[in-house]
């Protein structure tokens, strides 16, 4: 069987790139094979940063795969299956490492899901994003209705899953869904200068960063404080701290190992 999912890697970055034409839609095969990708990665020590993207132009991912809807109609495990979902979603918004979603074309249901278990979202001009499951007489069940709200605020999310509308890339903008709107044609390039920055810095760093904002958001303030400082103290005990350091004092850029 041919590979739908496929990963390149360079200077700490690696870019994993959806390829099933013509609209890169998930399919369970590509959902099995990203879950086998982000666990291989959570463990690569020469990665810092994640670029996820899809091949070609016309969409970083249109959707779940509704050719395999009728077999699930008389299923009676249904659940376990939507669970297993879950946990490759689950898998990549928990990553211990930055990841980047380019999106470079449609980007519908079960693509704005997983778009959005990513850090950061950067859009080609050309891009709509949007829930339509509605007009199916279905609604998100791959984590859209609880993402999505604690992104952009649940009034805006309720409206965008209840008409199933989709957005331009500049009403994504504005509305914080994504990060930045580049030109079609310019989304990798912008990608892999955010990725290429941030892959500069230290991994023992960057991980307690996402786990500190992710696990925090779920916590009562004072909680989330505390949990931070527990990862702060974590941090101090590294060598890159200590890289870091001496390489202020001694004016010249730290050499950080990523591992």
Request: hydrophobic share 40%; glycine share 10%.
């Amino acid at each position: 069987m041919e590979k739908l999912v496929r990963v390149e890697k360079r200077d700490g970055i690696a870019t994993v790139i959806i390829d099933n034409p013509p609209m890169n839609v998930l399919s369970s095969q590509v959902t099995r094979e990203l879950g086998e990708v982000f666990s291989l990665l959570a463990k690569d020590s020469e990665v810092v940063v994640v670029i996820l993207t899809g091949a070609g132009n016309r969409a970083f991912m249109a959707g779940a795969d509704i050719k395999e809807f009728p077999q699930w109609l008389e299923r009676d495990d249904l659940k376990d299956i939507n669970m297993g979902s879950h946990k490759v979603l689950n898998l990549i918004d928990d990553l211990p490492k930055p990841t980047i979603a380019m999106l470079n074309g449609i980007t519908f249901g079960g693509g704005c899901e997983l778009a959005l278990t990513c850090d950061i979202r950067i859009a080609e001009a050309h891009v709509q994003i949007g829930l339509p499951e509605v007009k199916l007489g279905l609604f998100p069940g791959g984590g859209g209705t609880q993402r999505l709200p604690r992104l952009i605020g649940e009034a805006k999310a309720k409206e965008l899953m209840f008409t199933g509308d989709p957005l331009t890339a500049e009403e994504a903008l504005q509305i914080g869904l994504v990060n930045q709107v580049v030109q079609s044609g310019e989304g990798m390039e912008a990608a892999r200068t955010l990725a290429k920055k941030i892959a500069g810095y230290s991994l023992q760093a960057l991980s307690r960063i996402k786990q500190a904002v992710n696990q925090g958001m779920e916590l009562p303030f004072e909680a989330a404080i505390n949990q931070e400082a527990d990862l702060f103290e974590e941090v101090f005990k590294t060598q890159d701290v200590r890289e870091g350091v001496q390489a202020f004092i001694e004016k010249r850029s730290p050499q950080f190992n990523h591992r």
